[in-house]
């Protein structure tokens, strides 16, 4: 036995007397799942993921379809819906793991020190910590997310220059980090 969805939009009529496209949250998604899911596709790459993605996007919908006051905008409602979703997904992500035949152990420098490389790291880290959040999340996106100024500007929602700007400024409070001047201090590898 299957309920009604959503019951109160099933009457809705516009202040001018027109019914709505879709009268009822079932009925709209009767109709536009095929196109929704389609938008859901070009978001991930699992074909599972983008039902899942398309549920959740939905589900939301669903608890604001009260507060929806033009019907005949859903898609873009919908669609927002699923671009935040995705992008939330995202930043919450996890490293999977993979198994494979060899280790993809990286081959390290002759010579190189484990502990001086885990010290430099943690040093490394630390003075990172001490950037404001605005700049420390950018340097991450950026350095060890690797992703591009435009990504990187897309995903804090702020414009490319921004981003420059602040990661310029945080590079040289990293330049400064009297912690991080051991580092500068010892030669490079090579002639």
């Known amino acids: ?4 969805v959503c019951t109160s939009a099933s009457n809705a009529v516009t202040s001018a007397g027109q019914t709505l496209p879709y009268p009822s949250f079932s009925s709209y998604v009767k109709a536009r799942q095929p196109v929704l899911l389609r938008t859901a596709r070009s978001l ?5 993921d983008a039902e899942d993605l398309l549920q959740t996007a939905l589900a939301k919908t ?3 379809w009260e507060r929806i006051e033009d019907h005949r ?16 997904q995202w ?8 198994v494979c035949d060899e ?18 790291h943690d040093a490394m880290w630390r003075a990172i910590m001490k950037l404001p959040a605005r ?12 992703l591009s100024e435009a990504q990187t500007a897309d995903v804090l929602g702020v414009s490319i220059g921004t981003v420059k700007s602040a990661v310029s400024r945080a590079l040289g409070k990293l330049r400064e980090d ?6 500068r201090q010892t030669p490079r590898c090579g002639p």
């Open 178 to 183: 009297p912690e991080l001047e051991p580092v």
């Open 135 to 146: 700049q420390r999340a950018m340097v991450v996106l950026r350095y060890y997310e690797d």
């Open 62 to 64: 669903y608890v604001a």
């Open 73 to 88: 905008a859903l898609d873009g409602y919908v669609r927002r819906a699923l671009l935040n979703t995705r992008t939330s």
């Open 103 to 120: 280790l993809p152990e990286p081959e390290g420098t002759p010579g190189a020190d484990p502990a001086e490389q885990q010290a430099l």
């Open 44 to 48: 991930t790459a699992n074909p599972s």
């Open 91 to 98: 930043r919450k992500r996890k490293v999977d793991e993979f």
């Open 1 to 4: 036995m299957t309920t009604p």
